[in-house]
């Protein structure tokens, strides 16, 4: 039997500290920079949310969220949801989530989810803004921004003055949220 060398040991030992050393520091340096950008993002949205009359908190659920409630100027919706979300992979990421009656507007819940869905996918084509629905079905408006080129601060306040412009949309989609009237 061969006996392998101490020093191919100590070598193969030391590789193998060294990568989970480094991998920890990497993710550490990624954690970092996410605080970093989530803090940068909260001081942004505290100058520009009362620009379009929102106030923004961090979110108990996500340490990596800041929400707001837009409810002035808009007639078609009660209220929009605003999700400003820090990811991982260096995007900043909007979800806006439409309240119709008293609750998010639910694929699972609506007359006709089928022509929602085709609605959804056709204002994808025309909105600066795109539209899907969650895990759960719950619709909602989204845009994201990658972080490559740095803090995005423009494209941020870009993005929130769009939100108002998604409610005409939430009109049109109630011939597919509401059952139509009985004949």
Do not use: C
């Not at 970092?32 to 989530?38: L, P």
């Amino acid at each position: 039997m061969k006996r392998i060398p101490l020093s191919f040991l100590f070598i193969f030992a030391m590789l193998i500290f060294t990568s989970s050393v480094f991998g920890q520091t990497t993710e550490a340096a990624k954690n970092e920079a996410r605080i970093k950008t989530r803090d940068q993002l909260a001081q942004l949205l505290e100058k520009a949310g009362p620009g379009i009359k929102v106030s923004f908190r961090q979110s108990a659920k996500q340490e990596f969220n800041l929400v707001g409630l837009l409810k002035d100027g808009i007639t078609n919706a009660e209220s929009y949801e605003i999700v400003v979300g820090v990811s991982s992979d260096q995007t900043i990421g909007f979800r806006i989530f439409p309240h119709y009656k008293g609750a998010y507007i639910n694929l699972n819940k609506v007359a006709n989810p089928n022509g929602l869905m085709r609605q959804l996918m056709l204002l994808n084509d025309r909105n600066f803004l795109f539209w899907g629905a969650d895990n759960s079905g719950d619709v909602f408006a989204g845009y994201t921004i990658t972080l490559e080129s740095g803090f995005p601060a423009e494209a941020v306040t870009i993005v929130l003055r769009s939100i108002a412009n998604l409610d005409p949309y939430v009109g049109q989609m109630k011939q597919n949220i509401e059952p139509s009237p009985a004949q």
